[in-house]
């Protein structure tokens, strides 16, 4: 992954405990900045001699705001997000690689219905905002906050409300005033109209509970979508894990399905199922390579693999036969990934 230096053109206080800013790269990089709402960037940031990375969605939307911005909240001894609260000022150079993830419209028919919990309202609010100024689909938010003075962007909210009349119904539903967010709840904002896509970013509780009650519903796995902001404890327990290597010379290839093409790739000994796929001159989305952005999400079709990490893969997301093309290994010669389930 290439890093590139964008300038903090403005910082923005959103609630006591998050900030947005609005980062411009210089004109030779431009071009590489181009999105999708919905996506995130990666950035690197400066610890003691070297960096962590963390990634954070982008909260803007090419139609409506002019610059890239993230919105970033703080998590308890978290170090990059309080980083981020304390640190950058105007002017301030970052190093951030550019745009990835597929947490996207898929449709231009069928209506998004979106439940956000605190800070996954970032491409949610971006996602909102393209289907209000690119189509003609009328949005339904849910979200999730502890307080009214969590809520991010309320004020933008209000506006594309009153700027949308009929487009944009968005329910608040805070914890303080309400309880936790359960079943029913959810069950009674879907109210019956199951044909939409259904978007979720939040707290990992948040998520499980809305996939479970679309799950319920009997809405498909195909358009229920999530992004998860994961963090170091969320996953399963596996990170670092040593995975036995591909038996010396049994697997020789392995079959990729990408963009609607069918491709034998040629399996590099040792590899990843990404390393082989790129160094075929495939070209699948990946960013982070290291299990925690969920870019390379694949559906394994046939075949045995086995993961190094899968820090960002959930019970349910591997049961229903998601892996990681960034940590896959390939255990037996019959291995078929599907890059566009
Ligand atoms: C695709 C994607 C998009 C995202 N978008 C956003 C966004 O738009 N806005 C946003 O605010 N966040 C977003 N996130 C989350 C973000 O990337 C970070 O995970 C989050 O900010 C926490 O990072 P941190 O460095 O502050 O915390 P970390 O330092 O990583 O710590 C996280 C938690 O783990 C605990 N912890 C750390 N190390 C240990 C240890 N050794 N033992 C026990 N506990 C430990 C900390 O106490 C803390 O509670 C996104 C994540 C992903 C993957």
């Excluded at 999730?144 to 969590?150: L, R």
């Excluded at 949308?164 to 967010?181: E, K, N, T, Y």
């Amino acid at each position: 992954m290439k890093f590139y230096p964008l300038t903090v053109r403005e910082v923005i206080d959103e609630t006591v405990q998050a900030r947005s800013f609005r980062l411009r790269p210089d004109g030779a990089h431009a071009h590489l900045f181009g999105y999708k709402p919905g996506q995130f960037l990666t950035f690197r940031i400066p610890q003691g001699d070297g960096h962590i990375e963390r990634c954070y969605s982008l909260s803007s939307a090419p139609s409506s705001d002019a610059e890239l911005k993230v919105t970033v909240k703080r998590v308890r001894d978290g170090f990059g997000s309080n980083w981020f609260n304390d640190v950058p000022k105007p002017g301030d150079a970052i190093e951030v690689a550019p745009p990835s993830g597929r947490f996207v419209l898929r449709s231009r028919d069928r209506q998004p219905v979106l439940f956000a919990g605190g800070s996954g309202i970032t491409p949610v609010i971006s996602l909102i905002k393209q289907a209000l100024h690119e189509t003609a689909l009328a949005p339904r938010l849910f979200y999730a906050n502890t307080d009214t003075d969590q809520i991010i962007f309320r004020r933008e909210i209000d506006d594309l409300c009153a700027r949308f009349p009929g487009r944009l119904d968005c329910h608040h539903h805070i914890d303080a005033q309400s309880g936790l967010a359960d079943a029913g709840r959810i069950r009674e904002f879907v109210g019956g109209r199951l044909d939409c896509d259904f978007f979720v970013c939040g707290p990992a509780p948040f998520m499980d509970l809305t996939e479970d009650v679309l799950s319920g519903l009997g809405v498909g796995d195909r358009h229920v979508f999530i992004e998860r902001f994961t963090m170091p404890e969320d996953g399963d327990g596996d990170a670092g894990a040593e995975v036995p290597a591909a038996g010396a010379g049994a697997v020789e290839s392995f079959r990729a399905t990408l963009d609607g093409a069918e491709h034998e790739v040629p399996y590099l000994a040792g590899q990843t199922l990404l390393r082989s796929m790129l160094s075929r001159g495939l070209d699948p989305v990946y960013s982070c390579e290291d299990a925690h952005c969920g870019s390379c999400m694949v559906i394994r079709r046939s075949g045995e693999v086995a993961m190094r990490k899968s820090t960002v893969l959930s019970k349910r997301d591997k049961e229903r036969g998601y892996i990681l093309l960034c940590q896959a290994v390939p255990q037996s010669d019959d291995v078929w990934v599907d890059c566009d389930a």
